[in-house]
């Protein structure tokens, strides 16, 4: 079983094959699918009316270098970044499938679990972006006036550059987060620790500008608590993407950040691979 | 007890295409068939009978006993069990019958399966007296009594199956619905639970609804057997009679002192097997003992058996003769008349 | 009736006993949600660092907002603890067959599908907010008379009604389409909605929006009648709200058990 599991690469000739039944089989119940992609819209719209009511209040019109239309296009942006790193139920399907044993099918068979899991994904995203592409452009095309237009193609090339790197990373720390259910029977709880952590730390609930009034530590020290989260690999499933497209990041800032996550994504791939072929020869078979 | 009346049962089902480009067409557009799980079935069972439901996969067995506890409605057609309408689901009916569905289960997973018991008691509202003489019965007689303090989850499939159909049993159901209860169980659980559903059907008279594709279940079990394929209703009588109705041959084995030509054998029947002197071969039922006179007097025989077909191999014919579009074939149509 | 109160009974015990097996399990999941529920109490904190009000004169000041806050944790605490559990299992169930388990016994199946299995670490959340709202009301402008006391629990009664009324009709579709892996993300949508004050919906796009979430989809009515009713002043409209809350919640109760029955009725199970 091991050997299998190790000397499977990148199963080149069979990836389309597996692309298209992973697609066939996303697309098996459409009922599920056509609602989720609708669904996805409405938290923006309690965001938006949130963050309007707040400015109504606020005696100001630019909290943390936002303005209230600065926040709309924040959000919307955070959305197009979640739909490239979100990875729904992929850390809780690897730990389930090996809590009732059917990842030993995968195992068994000559095909790279991750490569597999990650083909997977892919085909997921791709049949997504199909059908959501043309309500995102609706929005977006609705709401062009919140936003920077036109943008400088380096802008433009570092945020597409970013969001596929922000696919790999989401991907590859919630597979090794998935991998944990080797080790431990209810990876459940861990799973929701890492949902909260991102959901508060990656910019998906607010811009990350709005901690940098927060000083941390002692005199001499001028951290604040928006430098801190930044060093997360977090922000860059959500925040950072955005943050380039609102021009928030320039020239060596820019490439400094683009490179650290390209550092994390290589961490976690290490990381990923590392889990699962320890956990691999952990595995004792447990259900079925 | 339980009385059938053409009942049928056809399920729309959306066909999924292949391939991305198929799939995404499939989005938003759909290819719908029918399928007839269940074609005009009609049957009559009396109190206390033991009545096997024999059929292939697919061949509607299951979708007949969920039509019967109610589970699904019907597309057409009556049937009444205990004098209620099972898809009514009305609560009188449903605290008289249980369900047992093979490979799946009812007991909670992560408890006991005594809690499940509890839970039942107090779901079929049985007298707590004798609830306890009951369920101590069944456990003994299953020998489970050390299981039912262990969480289900961390038992076998065969020592689940046991603690399914003690809680089954618990509130003394009149009717018993039972649905591939011995799939994927080794031959010992097969054999307990064989000899547990006879002692109980016994002793308590309860009618029993038995579905299987096993005919290991059938012979241990019951005199009646009805077989159904493609959703219909292909014979319903005594196992006995299914050889005598369904075979027009006999089975003859006869050991030669000089092995007799090859045109010989030919010209008496037909031959199945030759092992040197050793000839197995299968006669007409009217030509057998004429055949049988002429052999002995021409030849020197050493033993003769005459036998009739296995009973495995003439059910499986009955399975395949139904043919392709599940019509009967000419020949059987012919034989059940 | 007094069958099904054994049954309740019965089902509470076994949850309960499973929980204190579980014992560290139970632990990690209360321990988490109270982190969750700490990290937006500190997004709350972050916000009202740059704004004394959620929408200029609605009244939700920060007590006001925590009165509301409070009352959202207690109402959600009730619904995921209670209810949530035996439903988020049931399109597994659905998918196993374990539908027609629950339609062969001679007890009502809505019953039986909402209420077999409870989670008591979702009280975890609930108990905080009663403190936040001890605290918040200690520190009103204007204290609750005693009339807004008494009527407090009714409403948060209602809004529990109107949550399981949703969840009965999430269930009703989940039977009807089949495996329905987004049934929590669809309640995770749903309920977004109902986070904030109502009064935050409001303008050309948000009046309309408000007016469709309270009276035909009356979820703006759960969480704020009840905490609008402790923590602010009523104004008449405010009083036509509560009876409209009432209603609500026995009108969508009702709706989602027919809903439901239709579900069943139509039920086809899955293939042997």
């Known amino acids: 079983m091991t050997a299998v599991a190790r000397s499977g690469g990148w199963p080149f000739h069979g990836w389309t094959t597996m692309l298209s039944i992973c697609v066939a089989d996303r697309l098996a119940h459409r009922g599920d699918f056509a609602l989720g992609t609708l669904m996805r819209f409405l938290p923006i719209v309690t965001q938006i009316f949130l963050w309007t009511a707040v400015f109504s209040a606020a005696g100001s019109t630019s909290i943390a270098g936002y303005s209230r239309n600065d926040f709309v296009a924040y959000y919307l942006l955070t959305m197009v970044a979640r739909s490239f790193s979100s990875m729904p139920g992929l850390a809780s399907g690897i730990a389930r499938?090996?809590?009732?044993?059917?990842?030993?099918?995968?195992?068994?068979?000559?095909?790279d679990y991750v490569g597999f899991l990650l083909a997977a994904r892919v085909a997921h995203k791709l049949v997504y972006f199909a059908v959501a592409a043309a309500p995102f452009a609706l929005v977006f095309f609705l709401c062009r006036s919140f936003f920077p237009w036109p943008p400088e193609p380096p802008v433009v090339a570092a945020y597409l550059a970013s969001l596929v790197m922000s696919f790999l990373l989401g991907f590859l720390l919630e597979a090794t987060l998935g991998m944990l259910g080797f080790w431990f029977l209810e990876v459940s709880s861990l799973i929701f620790v890492y949902m909260l952590a991102q959901f508060l730390l990656s910019g998906h609930m607010f811009p990350i500008d709005m901690l940098d009034g927060i000083a941390v530590g002692s005199a001499g020290w001028s951290l604040s608590l928006g430098d801190i989260v930044r060093l997360l690999p977090f922000q860059?499933?959500?925040y950072f993407p955005c943050a380039i497209w609102l021009g928030k990041l320039r020239g060596a800032d820019l490439a400094v950040g683009l490179a650290m996550e390209a550092a994390w994504v290589v961490a976690a791939a290490v990381a990923c691979r590392f889990a699962f072929l320890r956990g691999t020869r952990r595995y004792s078979g447990y259900g079925g | 007890m339980i009385r059938v009346a053409g009942l049928t049962k056809h399920y729309r089902v959306f066909d999924k295409r292949e391939g991305i480009g198929g799939s995404l067409r499939g989005l938003f557009r759909r290819q719908a068939r029918t399928v007839e799980a269940l074609r005009g079935v009609s049957l009559e069972v009396d109190p206390g009978e033991f009545v096997a439901v024999l059929g292939p996969n697919g061949a509607g067995k299951t979708t007949f006993l969920k039509l019967l506890s109610g589970i699904i409605t019907p597309t057409s057609g009556t049937a009444s069990v205990l004098g209620h309408v099972p898809w009514q689901r009305h609560d009188d009916f449903r605290r008289r019958f249980a369900l047992v569905m093979g490979q799946?289960?009812?007991l909670w997973w992560d408890l006991p399966a005594a809690e499940s018991f509890r839970l039942h008691e107090v779901i079929y509202r049985v007298d707590p007296a004798r609830f306890a003489r009951t369920r101590d019965e069944l456990v003994e007689l299953l020998g489970v009594a050390k299981l039912i303090h262990q969480p289900v989850r961390e038992l076998s499939l065969g020592e689940r199956m046991k603690l399914e159909l003690v809680a089954a049993l618990l509130h003394?159901?009149?009717?018993?619905?039972?649905?591939?209860?011995?799939?994927?169980?080794?031959?010992?659980a097969q054999h307990a639970i064989h000899s547990f559903l006879r002692q109980v059907q016994q002793e308590r008279g309860t009618t029993v609804l038995l579905t299987t594709h096993y005919m290991k279940d059938v012979a241990a079990l019951c005199r009646r057997v009805v077989v159904i394929t493609h959703g219909r209703i292909l014979y319903d009588g005594t196992l006995a009679e299914i050889v005598d109705r369904f075979t027009t041959h006999k089975v003859v084995t006869l050991d030669f002192e000089t092995p007799p030509s090859d045109a010989a054998v030919a010209a008496w029947g037909f031959p199945c097997e030759r092992r040197g002197p050793q000839v197995r071969l299968r006669i007409d039922r009217d030509r057998i003992a004429g055949a049988l006179s002429e052999i002995l007097a021409g030849e020197s025989v050493i033993d003769v058996t005459v036998e009739d077909?296995?009973?495995?191999?003439?059910?499986?014919?009955?399975?395949?003769s139904a043919g392709d579009d599940g019509e009967p074939t000419a020949a059987l149509q012919e034989a059940v008349r | 009736m007094m069958r099904y109160l054994r049954i309740f009974a019965t089902f509470f015990q076994a949850s309960l006993v499973r929980d204190m097996t579980f014992r560290l399990n139970f632990l990690l999941e209360a321990t988490t949600s109270l982190g969750w529920m700490a990290m937006n109490l500190?997004?709350?904190?972050?916000?009202?660092?740059?704004?004394?009000e959620i929408g200029r004169d609605s009244g939700w000041t920060k007590e006001p907002f925590f009165v509301f806050v409070g009352t959202g944790l207690v109402i959600n605490a009730i619904v995921q603890a209670f209810f949530m559990p035996s439903v988020e299992e049931f399109a597994e169930m659905v998918r196993t067959g374990g539908l027609d388990t629950a339609l062969v016994k001679p007890v009502d199946a809505q019953f039986l599908l909402s209420l077999h299995r409870f989670k008591f670490s979702a009280l975890a959340n609930?108990?905080?907010?009663?403190?936040?709202?001890?605290?918040?009301?200690?520190r009103l402008e204007t204290p609750p008379p005693p009339v807004a006391w008494l009527l407090y629990p009714l409403l948060v009664g209602c809004g529990v009604a109107i949550l399981y009324a949703f969840i009965t009709a999430l269930a009703a579709a989940t039977i009807l389409m089949g495996r329905n892996q987004s049934l929590y993300d669809f309640w995770f949508y749903i309920t977004n909605f109902s986070r904030y004050p109502a009064e935050i919906y409001a303008g050309p796009w948000g009046g309309p929006l408000r007016m469709i979430c309270t009276f035909v989809i009356p979820i703006l009515l759960v969480v704020n009648v009840p905490a609008h009713t402790l923590a602010l002043p009523l104004s008449?409209?405010?009083?036509?709200?509560?009876?409209?809350?009432?209603?609500?919640a026995a009108a969508a109760v009702g709706l989602s058990r027919l809903a439901f029955q239709a579900a069943i009725a139509k039920y086809r199970s899955a293939s042997s």
Do not use: C, H, M
């Not at chain 2, 003394?172 to 010992?188: A, Q």
């Not at chain 3, 500190?42 to 704004?51: D, E, G, M």
């Not at chain 3, 009663?130 to 009301?137: C, K, P, R, S, Y």
């Open chain 2, 172 to 188: 003394e159901p009149e009717v018993l619905f039972l649905d591939e209860p011995t799939i994927g169980l080794d031959v010992v």
């Open chain 3, 42 to 52: 500190a997004f709350y904190l972050l916000v009202f660092s740059y704004t004394p």
């Open chain 3, 126 to 138: 609930g108990l905080v907010g009663v403190v936040l709202i001890g605290w918040a009301v200690g």
């Open chain 2, 309 to 320: 077909v296995p009973l495995e191999d003439v059910i499986a014919g009955l399975f395949r």
């Open chain 2, 104 to 106: 799946r289960n009812q």
């Open chain 1, 236 to 238: 860059y499933t959500a």
């Open chain 3, 236 to 248: 008449g409209g405010d009083r036509r709200l509560i009876l409209v809350t009432l209603a609500a």
């Open chain 1, 97 to 111: 499938s090996v809590r009732d044993g059917s990842v030993k099918k995968y195992l068994v068979q000559p095909v």
